[in-house]
Every structure is written in structure tokens, then in C-alpha cells.
């Protein structure tokens, strides 16, 4: 049973616009969610992250909005670039009373120049 | 800058090796990780280890072991490797209270 999913493997957006990237969970027990952007042949790298009590964290074009009635969460890019062409990918953690992650299953973003 | 090294970027074995990948991180961080990454599935947690010595099952430990004698290096053990192993391997590390986790490059076994 996956307790985080991503349901858009794939997004293309023109440079310029806003992209936005979702994800859903099933876990009411997670307390803390992260967003990872992974180029190829290259590791996860943490973008943006944001806990239970709050419901929007911004960082630059970065913000990340958490709905917890809805248990969704999405990350919207504004304005996207070509070089924020990578896979990302949604992370929740808390629910076993540790920092281990469970992580969506990823959507692999294009931006168009 | 925090930095997480892989001994290998690619790795080529055989079924029923013993395959052993090391993973190094220099900011002296509690808290390391493996995982695999497939594709359609994401990152899944195979072993954690929150201090030397220790270590826990993640979502998927079958067929994996590891071991953490020093607190910089946390070693991921195939016992004997299998074809169903092939996959990208990524280790990660963090501070004891802290989720954010850095990634090493990860290293993409090839069990042939």
C-alpha cells in the first residue's frame, strides 16, 4: 500500500509559467514533508520542506502548500526555468516516530526554453 | 558543505555474489540510509542506522544486511546476489533531530 503517491509521472511546462507538482498521502500520522530534486546520475537533493502546523512555506520561486484535510500537498515553481528540469520527488516523515522518509514515487518535470 | 561519497558510481556482478557497497560522509552525522530506486516506485528504505553499531530494518530489507563500525561509513552487504537487485543504490546521512537528508550520487548495481 503506498502511503505517498505521486500520480503525475511526467509534466511540461513552458519556461516562464508555473509549474505545479503534487502529491497525495494516506498516513495521518505524518508530521513533516520534504521535496527532493534529483537530476540524473546524480542524488536527491533537498529543495523545500514544510511541517504539520504550518500550511505554506515559501523559499524563492519555491513554495510547497499543505493541505491536511485533503492530505495533499503541492509545490509550485514560479517562474520555471529550463535547469529546474528534473525528476522531484515528495517525502513524508513522523509516523513511525522517527526521521525515516516515505517517498512518492516521483514526477519528472520538463521545462520548455 | 556537506558530502556524501559512494565507493562505486557502476557496478557490474554475478548472481550469488557477495556484493558490498560503502557509503562515506564527512559531517560527522548520526543518522545514515540506503535505499533503492526503481523506476515506478520511487526511493524505498532498505536499512537506517542511527548510530555506530546500530541499525534498523527499513521498508525492504530482504536479502539485504549492512553493518556501521565507525560513525563516517555505513556499509549496504548483498549476501548473494540476485537479478531482482539490480537498481540504483543511494545512501543518504543527517543530524540526530533534523529531517533534511543528503544524498551521495548513488551507485547503479548491474546483477548479471
Known amino acids: 500500500d503506498q502511503q505517498v503517491k505521486q500520480n503525475s509521472p511526467s509534466l511540461s511546462v513552458q519556461e516562464g509559467r508555473i509549474s505545479i507538482l503534487n502529491c497525495d498521502y494516506t498516513n495521518s500520522m505524518f508530521d513533516y514533508f520534504l521535496w527532493y530534486k534529483k537530476y540524473p546520475a546524480e542524488g536527491p537533493t533537498f529543495l523545500i520542506s514544510?511541517?504539520?502546523?504550518?500550511d505554506k512555506n515559501e523559499d524563492g520561486r519555491f513554495t510547497v502548500f499543505l493541505n491536511k484535510s485533503a492530505k495533499h500537498l503541492s509545490l509550485h515553481i514560479v517562474p520555471s526555468q529550463p535547469g529546474d528540469s528534473a525528476v522531484y520527488f515528495c517525502?513524508?516523515?513522523?509516523?513511525?516516530?522517527?526521521?525515516?522518509?516515505?517517498f512518492g514515487t516521483g514526477t519528472r518535470l520538463k521545462v520548455l526554453a | 558543505d556537506v558530502k556524501v561519497t559512494q565507493s562505486s558510481r557502476y557496478l557490474v556482478k554475478r548472481t550469488g555474489e557477495k556484493v558490498f557497497l560503502e557509503c562515506v560522509q564527512d559531517?560527522?552525522?548520526?543518522?545514515m540510509f540506503w535505499y533503492r530506486q526503481d523506476p515506478g516506485l520511487g526511493l524505498r528504505l532498505i536499512y537506517f542506522s542511527y548510530d555506530v553499531k546500530m541499525k534498523e530494518k527499513g521498508d525492504i530489507p530482504e536479502g539485504y544486511s549492512v553493518s556501521r563500525e565507525k560513525k563516517e561509513r555505513f556499509s549496504l552487504i548483498l549476501e548473494s546476489a540476485s537479478t531482482n537487485q539490480t537498481s540504483m543504490y543511494l545512501c543518504a546521512s543527517s543530524r540526530v533531530g533534523v529531517y533534511e537528508q543528503y544524498f551521495g550520487p548513488g551507485t547503479r548495481l548491474t546483477v548479471t
Open positions: 514544510i511541517s504539520s502546523i504550518k
Open positions: 559531517m560527522d552525522h548520526e543518522n
Open positions: 517525502a513524508a516523515s513522523g509516523a513511525s516516530g522517527t526521521y525515516k522518509y516515505i
